[in-house]
């Protein structure tokens, strides 16, 4: 039916090309069909039909290779997930965190700028007191005299 090599290459570049597009090394599963090929061959010379159950055997084992890659790469796109999930809510919590003080010092800034209104306003007022009682004094004396 293929020839020895027509047989070996045909599974090798099957292998390759499946073993390539479920991300897997494809040149080691086509190195790997080709062993499995020569070592039928060699274990029975001239009868091909044991060779597909050992590649079929080859093709459950790459299956089993693609589902347990792909569950790593399933847990490491989830750790991603949660480590990005994670830096983002530090960054939000910082943020938050520089607000409340930003916030707190804008409070402290109006309580200060309250206290010297306040401060201001009594000057202002005991000046005006002052300058009242000197003002009845002077009056007290110029009437007095």
């Known amino acids: 039916m293929f020839g020895f090599g027509g047989g070996l290459f045909t599974f090798a570049a099957l292998f390759y090309f499946a073993a390539e597009y ?3 090394s494809g040149w080691k599963w086509a190195l790997a ?8 061959k060699g274990l029975f ?14 093709f459950l084992v790459m299956w089993w290779a693609h589902t347990k890659n792909q569950a790593q790469r399933q847990g490491d796109l989830e750790k991603r997930e ?29 309580q200060r700028e309250a206290a010297a209104e306040v401060a201001r306003k009594d ?9 009242e009682q000197r003002e009845r004094e002077e009056r007290g004396r110029g009437s007095g005299t």
């Not at 069909?33 to 039928?40: I, L, P, W």
């Not at 010379?45 to 080859?58: D, K, M, R, T």
């Not at 994670?86 to 938050?96: G, L």
């Not at 000057?123 to 300058?131: G, K, N, S, T």
């Open 123 to 131: 000057r202002q007022e005991r000046v005006r007191l002052a300058r």
């Open 22 to 24: 479920e991300h897997l």
């Open 45 to 58: 010379p001239g009868s091909f039909i044991f060779v597909l159950p050992a590649q079929f055997g080859l």
């Open 82 to 110: 949660a480590d990005v999930r994670r830096e983002r809510q530090e960054r939000v919590s910082r943020a938050r965190a520089e607000a409340d003080a930003t916030t707190d010092w804008d409070a402290q800034e109006r």
């Open 33 to 40: 069909s080709g062993a499995v090929t020569v070592t039928v």
